[in-house]
Structures are given as C-alpha cells and as structure tokens.
C-alpha cells in the first residue's frame, strides 16, 4: 500500500531515555514534516525536511533531533526524555515545487509516553 | 503568525442530522486541508481546498480566501463520523500546517 508509516505505533520509555521513531514514506514526496499533538490535542508542527534539507526547524529543545537518510524517510531522536514530551507525535509528507499540490498525508502517530 | 480558529469545539448530533463546522483564519493562505481524526487517532484527509468548493459524498467544504474562512459541511451524520475535525491553513513560511484546535464531534445513534 502506498503510505505513510511509522515506527513504533507505541513508545513507553523511562524518562532519562533516549528513543527515537521512524518515518518512511512511498508516496514519492520530497518534502516530510514531524508535528506533536499534545494531551489536548493540539497539533504543531516541530521540522520539516525538503529533500533530506532542513527547512522548518520550530522552537523545539536540542533534544529533539531529527535525522533524513533519505527523502522517503525522516526519523526522529529524542535524547534524555521528559516528562512532558508524552504525546502523539505524526509524520507527515507532501509533494512541494512548481505545480504540485502540497496536500499532506500524515502516518498513523506513535504515542509516546514518558514514565 | 497565523491564528485559527474552529467552531464549534463540541458538537453533539442524532444520526441524520446535518450540521457546518466553521475555520477563520487571521491572514492570507496559501491553501488549507480539512482532516478528521478518528477515535482511533488516525488523521483522515478529508479536503484540500485553498478556495471554492468540493464535495465528496455525504462531506462538502467551502473556502473563502478572501474573507479569511472555511466550512465543512456534514449532512446526514452517521455515527462513523464522531471525531475530532480539524482545519489546517498553510501559511507561506515553509509549508508548515497551522492547526485549529478542532470541532469534537460525537454522533449518537
């Protein structure tokens, strides 16, 4: 099935952990975006990667840090994990450029809960 | 930034009725998506609409860019529609989605 998928669905980690979540996308998009949704459900966006280039980069902690291999795939690592990053966090990606329509497709959201 | 903004945050139906769900925005788009999130916590694309208006079944929106709003319109709600909806400009800095703080919608059967 052409997707967006990540892994894992469900993180719950110790806090002082370092964790990271993967990202793989075959829709052929150039452009993949990691958003948080938090306890009440709110969505931001956090990075964006266009052709493994850093473009969006939010007021997010240096702990977050977000690596692309690939333009199919953007992960993310967290180290020292708190308390407060529990939450849903979804991968995004969209075709950018001349003539592309920029929808966004998201994945299913991995939530991480921090203990 | 952009400010958004949904109503109404909770809404309560019988199945069949109709209801809109409305999205301002404090300043010019480039385009805009609706989504649902079901309870399983799947975000569904429902529109990509940056202006105009598109129907898809028993769904349909309407985008005014020009006076900075958006409708969803849901007719004849069935319980499979409960959820959060949520309205996402994208601004021109970067192509990031700016969420609203969505609609709950909970159709009772």
């Known amino acids: 099935d052409t997707a967006v998928s990540q892994t894992p669905k469900y993180l719950v980690t110790q806090m002082g952990n370092d964790k990271s979540i993967k990202c793989e996308q075959n829709?052929?998009?150039?452009?993949m975006y990691w958003y948080k949704q938090d306890s009440k459900k709110f969505l931001k966006i956090m990075f964006s990667?266009?052709?493994?280039?850093?473009?969006i980069n939010e007021t997010v902690p240096n702990r977050f840090s977000p690596k692309s291999p690939d333009k199919a795939h953007l992960n993310l690592h967290i180290n020292s994990l708190e308390l407060g990053d529990s939450a849903v966090y979804f991968c995004?990606?969209?075709?950018?450029?001349?003539?592309?329509?920029?929808?966004?497709?998201f994945g299913p959201g991995t939530r991480l809960t921090v203990l | 930034g952009i400010q958004v903004e949904q109503s109404p945050p909770d809404l309560i139906l019988q199945e069949g009725a109709n209801s809109t769900l409305r999205c301002n925005f404090s300043?010019?788009?480039?385009?805009l998506q609706w989504f649902h999130q079901n309870p399983w916590g799947q975000l569904i694309n429902l529109f990509y609409?940056?202006?105009g208006t598109k129907q898809n079944g028993r769904l349909s929106a309407t985008t005014v860019a020009t006076e900075r709003y958006s409708l969803l319109y849901i007719s004849s709600s069935q319980t499979t529609d409960s959820g959060v909806y949520f309205c996402?400009?994208?601004?021109?800095?970067?192509?990031?989605?700016?969420f609203g703080q969505g609609t709950e919608l909970s159709v009772k059967p």
């Open positions: 300043d010019s788009v480039n385009n």
């Open positions: 996402a400009p994208r601004g021109n800095q970067g192509g990031k989605l700016i």
């Open positions: 609409i940056p202006s």
């Open positions: 995004a990606s969209s075709q950018t450029g001349q003539g592309a329509s920029r929808e966004q497709f």
């Open positions: 990667y266009n052709n493994k280039e850093l473009i």
């Open positions: 829709l052929g998009h150039d452009t």
